[in-house]
């Protein structure tokens, strides 16, 4: 992959309106559940992104007949539960962490043998988490020392063995890949979580006629479960605008004085919705307009106004429903009057890279003080600009995206390095973010 690096000039006012690009959860599932449904489904807003196309690359690999991506439009000719068909070579799920463990949870129902690699950063990621309950379950996976990629799985020709599953950590892949193989168990199989995520996996099921039952167990625990045996029923899905591609707009309104944004159609599922809440106790203005559902999902537009924020310590019970917004939410505090806490964010450390410790040494390249901590970070915000100087992004799209955020208060020009990775979840990023305001050069070297 060429070099890719973003050029960020200082300041802009952030005005207009915007439509970012559909949901990334929500586009990976359309597809995985649309090919093992009976009959036809049809997509519109699908991600046409790296991860997500990783994802429909997988199923037609297996033997279905998916029409698209078009322009946001995809059409799956689903195969059933049990139609999928031995691909002839090891399926590349690239950058995907969630095509990978989603997809290990359907892969384990089948009876063929199948193998599933990844890019350098897939393959430093932990697999154990979803291998693990489904050994439990009597699936047969290998993976290399350490639990990761390459992931070969074997078909046992036997249903797998339902079971309730208590989550080690709070994760909407784990329970979801958890789920996916009940499918193929005989009885009622449970995902139990440490503290909510979210739900996309269980709203789609029921969406496409699969019943899965959710409680909330106390103020933090749910439980979801599901039977084994029965079937998905096709459908059609109007994917909404991905929460954590708005967040960017959310924030670069938020902290550039004058601002006033509405970001349209954007998904406002409740397991999701942890920026928004996040960025109002920081004193952001923010108001939902237009609040209605599509597909089982809650859509609204969001309107964002500059007003000055402050520092806050973060609700650690909002950590999980803001998991991949923290670098957007850590270049809002640097903005911010006062201090920002954040604790109890562990799970940053194995995204992409490092995010605690790369937005960390982002942050203070530009002179910033963020000190970063075991499961989080302290961030002194509002006391300078940040400075001119070379960003390393570590091949994180998260990270290049943040700061060239940040480059609105900047003092002088941004360099942000290793960002050809922002096409896997947002390829009109840089074409978004100056239509609205901002000075951005992408240049391949």
Do not use: W
């Amino acid at each position: 992959m060429a070099n890719v690096k973003f050029i960020v000039q200082p300041g802009g006012t952030i005005k207009g309106r915007v439509r970012v690009p559909g949901d990334k959860s929500i586009s990976h599932r359309s597809i995985m559940l649309g090919a093992i449904a009976e009959g036809t489904t049809t997509v519109t807003g699908f991600l046409e992104g790296a991860d997500a196309l990783a994802t429909l690359q997988a199923f037609k690999d297996m033997g279905v007949e998916i029409e698209g991506p078009e322009n946001g439009n995809v059409t799956i000719h689903g195969v059933g539960l049990l139609g999928l068909k031995k691909p002839q070579k090891p399926m590349d799920m690239g950058n995907s962490g969630t095509s990978t463990r989603l997809l290990a949870g359907i892969l384990a129902g089948q009876n063929f043998d199948c193998e599933l690699v990844g890019d350098a950063s897939l393959s430093k990621r932990p697999m154990k988490r979803v291998t693990d309950p489904l050994a439990l379950m009597g699936a047969k996976i290998e993976t290399a020392e350490g639990g990761t990629l390459p992931m070969k799985i074997f078909g046992t020709g036997e249903p797998l063995k339902a079971m309730d599953y208590v989550l080690p950590m709070a994760s909407a892949q784990v329970k979801s890949c958890v789920l996916l193989a009940g499918l193929y168990a005989e009885g009622q199989t449970c995902a139990l979580e440490p503290a909510p995520t979210r739900d996309h996996t269980e709203r789609m099921l029921n969406g496409f006629g699969y019943e899965v039952h959710s409680e909330k167990l106390d103020a933090l625990r749910t439980k979801a479960c599901l039977r084994g045996g029965g079937k998905l029923t096709a459908r059609h899905i109007d994917v909404p605008s991905d929460i954590s591609s708005a967040a960017f707009f959310m924030v670069a309104a938020a902290i550039s004085k004058g601002s006033d944004l509405v970001i349209e159609h954007v998904g406002m599922n409740p397991t999701r919705t942890g920026v928004v809440d996040i960025l109002k106790l920081m004193g952001a203005d923010i108001t939902l307009e237009n609040p209605h559902e599509v597909g089982g999902e809650p859509v609204a537009d969001v309107r964002v106004r500059y007003a000055p924020l402050k520092g806050i310590q973060i609700p650690e019970e909002l950590v999980p429903l803001a998991i991949d917004e923290f670098p957007v939410l850590f270049v809002a505090a640097s903005c911010a009057e006062g201090q920002t806490v954040l604790t109890g964010a562990e799970e940053l450390r194995v995204k992409e890279s490092d995010r605690i410790q790369v937005m960390a040494d982002a942050l203070q390249a530009v002179g910033i003080d963020a000190q970063p901590t075991e499961d989080g970070m302290i961030i002194n915000g509002g006391q300078q600009q940040p400075q001119n100087a070379e960003i390393q992004s570590h091949h994180d799209h998260r990270i290049s995206m943040a700061m060239t955020v940040a480059g609105l208060n900047a003092a002088s020009e941004l360099v942000i390095d290793d960002c050809a990775n922002v096409n896997t979840s947002f390829p009109t990023f840089i074409e978004l973010i100056n239509a609205v305001g901002m000075n951005v050069e992408s240049v391949k070297e």
